[in-house]
């Protein structure tokens, strides 16, 4: 059995969800601070990928990032580097796919937060960077970590996006969701019940693990 799709799909997970983490919670952050209408335009545009088919999604990619169009045919010509079909361009597709699960969720919890103890910190002297990292998140870690796991949960099982921008290359750009796909095609549904297995069990375990996050924030 081939393990090159699950350490694929763990190792795209990952780096989207670093990426998510940074450029989520500073979207939300952000976002959560500005005027009502400002807000409400700013939160439609980011949110449209939770809504949007992940088919679509990987259409609109392959319009920007292909290699006769703007952005991919420019780092075609001038860098000789192919934007699609390769294994890190699914992080394109899994980071734009699961950016809104992490955006919604942290931007929640910025605005559920206290705004008196952010002014008394300023008072006290503190600058906005510090009162970010030092208070806020600290503060909304549980809600953030959730936010996280489900991310995660949903980059290592994205198919659609992925499949239409990097397709399916075994030892080079298959995953989980690609090989299942690639397995029922070709009537192995033996190999391709142990994927099944195998994905299942690593979203139940993610999910038990935030479950006790939960848990333990409560008991706080």
Not at 58 to 68: A, E, F, Q, T, V
Not at 100 to 109: A, F, H, K
Not at 124 to 138: Q, V
Not at 198 to 205: G, T
Request: hydrophobic letters at 50%; a positive charge; glycine letters at 6%.
């Amino acid at each position: 059995m081939d393990l090159y799709p699950l350490y694929n799909s763990v190792r795209i997970a990952l780096i989207s969800t670093a990426i998510i983490f940074f450029v989520g919670t500073a979207a939300a952050y952000y976002i959560s601070r500005l005027p009502r209408v400002l807000k409400g335009i700013l939160d439609v545009i980011l949110t449209i990928p939770l809504v949007l088919p992940p088919t679509v999604i990987g259409y609109l990619l392959l319009r920007i990032l292909g290699p006769n169009r703007a952005i991919g045919g420019f780092f075609m010509d001038y860098f000789d580097l192919r934007l699609t079909m390769n294994w890190w361009s699914t992080v394109f597709a899994t980071t734009v796919v699961c950016f809104p699960l992490m955006y919604r969720t942290c931007r929640g919890i910025f605005e559920s937060f206290d705004e008196n103890i952010i002014h008394a910190a300023k008072t006290l002297g503190l600058g906005n960077t510090f009162i970010f990292w030092r208070l806020l998140l600290p503060v909304c870690k549980s809600g953030i970590m959730a936010g996280l796991v489900l991310s995660f949960t949903r980059a290592l099982g994205e198919y659609g996006a992925t499949s239409m921008v990097s397709g399916y290359i075994p030892k080079e750009t298959a995953t989980i969701s690609t090989t299942v796909y690639q397995l029922w095609r070709t009537e192995n549904d033996a190999l391709a019940v142990k994927w099944v297995i195998i994905n299942l069990l690593i979203s139940f375990a993610v999910l038990m693990f935030m479950n006790l996050i939960e848990k333990h924030r409560k008991k706080i």
